[in-house]
């Protein structure tokens, strides 16, 4: 059933907005691709130092596509949880996320005394 706590205005908001950072994660993800590729370590035309801060910029590289990729799975899930008319409860208690906490997070699958909960668990 959808949820009543949120009117459609709020919906449609949350649903652009969830599109509209898929799209700006996808886009990243695009752009970074190469970043993370395995440094080639010629020490011929590079230093010492300079191999090992390319090894760091790309370990950065590889952990923020990571962290982007998980991103863009809890919104694909928060799409699919609006499809079947399921977005903006907790999966914990059932209960209504709230329109305020899901404008900050709108990939948010726990209302915020349930998520509380676990992080202090």
Do not use: W
Not at 56 to 77: D, S, Y
Request: hydrophobic letters at 35%; a neutral charge.
């Amino acid at each position: 059933m959808p949820n009543q706590d949120l009117t459609t205005t709020q919906l449609n908001q949350l649903i652009d907005l969830l599109k509209h950072q898929k799209k700006q994660l996808q886009k990243q993800l695009e752009n970074t691709r190469a970043d993370s590729q395995p440094v080639t370590l010629d020490q011929q035309s590079v230093g010492r130092v300079s191999r090992i801060d390319a090894i760091q910029q790309q370990q950065m590289a590889i952990a923020n596509r990571e962290q982007n990729k998980n991103l863009l799975i809890a919104i694909n899930k928060s799409l699919s949880r609006f499809d079947n008319d399921e977005y903006g409860f907790c999966l914990e208690c059932g209960e209504a996320v709230g329109f305020k906490r899901l404008q900050v997070q709108p990939h948010t699958d726990f209302c915020l005394a349930c998520q509380s909960v676990m992080e202090n668990s």
